[in-house]
């Protein structure tokens, strides 16, 4: 998922009794990793990302995204500012790196092909022993020309993944209701690209609130992922929807499809079928 909480969740994937500040936990009994964007808006204390870190079972993994400091401040601040935060953020999740996945570098649309160098220069800093994964938003990038090309090289050189976007089913109808209109306005509407440039490629996968809608999308996604699977990459997959409720529901029927796909890859993404199943946890 790309939260760990929903108040939708409430009674399905936690019993209500269960403290927000806890539920972390319980949310890593039933996920295997977890998209970070509280780092991205504001600075975490470390002893907040300890306990984070301390309450999640040993096979966890967190992907943090980067400060937008750093991301979305990139051409207006001096390259010295930006580094000196880059070098902070990471010297933050030093303590974390067993419980690490891609930490993700998410660059506004405002930053064009001209940026191309100092994105790539700042996956040249990179320290940690852990993957590295960027996202861009200038349909610069998306050109399958020059310039996408330059990004795919510099990134695949690095060793540093390309998240793939995928919003193609939240602009596939018109926003009928408020949660789409709400999507259509905040995600970028960019071609969707999978193309894997190193060992753990990203997925954001951000669904329709008509679920069967999805289906195709799905089918294609579990026959890629499982091309990925069979070529020995370790993908990780981030399921949104429209207003996140249906978020768990979707990531279990991909989850459910690549199996059928790549029998026994990892053991099923079962969730809880109901308040009384949840009352015997």
Not at 101 to 116: D, H, I, R, V, Y
Not at 237 to 253: E, G, M, Q, Y
Request: charge should be negative.
């Amino acid at each position: 998922m790309a939260q760990w909480q929903h108040p939708a969740w409430t009674n399905w994937l936690y019993p209500s009794s269960l403290p927000a500040s806890e539920r972390i936990g319980r949310y890593s009994d039933i996920f295997p990793t977890v998209e970070v964007g509280s780092t991205f808006y504001t600075k975490v204390d470390q002893a907040q990302l300890q306990r984070w870190y301390e309450m999640v079972n040993n096979d966890f993994r967190f992907c943090f995204k980067v400060s937008q400091e750093i991301t979305h401040r990139l051409n207006e601040r001096s390259w010295g500012e930006v580094v000196a935060d880059w070098l902070s953020f990471m010297e933050s999740l030093v303590p974390l790196q067993s419980k690490l996945g891609p930490t993700m570098l998410q660059f506004p649309s405002s930053c064009a092909g001209e940026s191309l160098k100092k994105i790539l220069s700042l996956c040249d800093l990179w320290e940690l022993e852990v993957p590295l994964s960027v996202e861009v938003r200038h349909l610069s990038f998306f050109d399958k020309g020059v310039v996408e090309k330059g990004l795919l090289a510099g990134l695949s050189n690095a060793g540093v993944n390309r998240v793939v976007m995928d919003s193609r089913p939240i602009f596939s109808t018109p926003a009928y209701c408020e949660s789409l209109v709400d999507a259509q306005r905040k995600k970028p509407r960019v071609p969707c690209h999978p193309v894997a440039t190193a060992q753990h490629p990203v997925v954001r996968f951000i669904g329709h609130p008509d679920l069967s809608l999805n289906e195709v999308w799905l089918d294609q996604w579990a026959l890629k992922l499982s091309q990925w699977l069979k070529e020995g990459l370790q993908p990780f997959v981030f399921v949104h929807s429209s207003d996140n409720i249906a978020a768990p529901t979707l990531a279990a029927r991909l989850d459910e499809k690549v199996n059928l796909l790549v029998p026994d890859y990892q053991p099923a993404l079962l969730l809880p079928d109901s308040q009384e199943q949840i009352a015997l946890w």
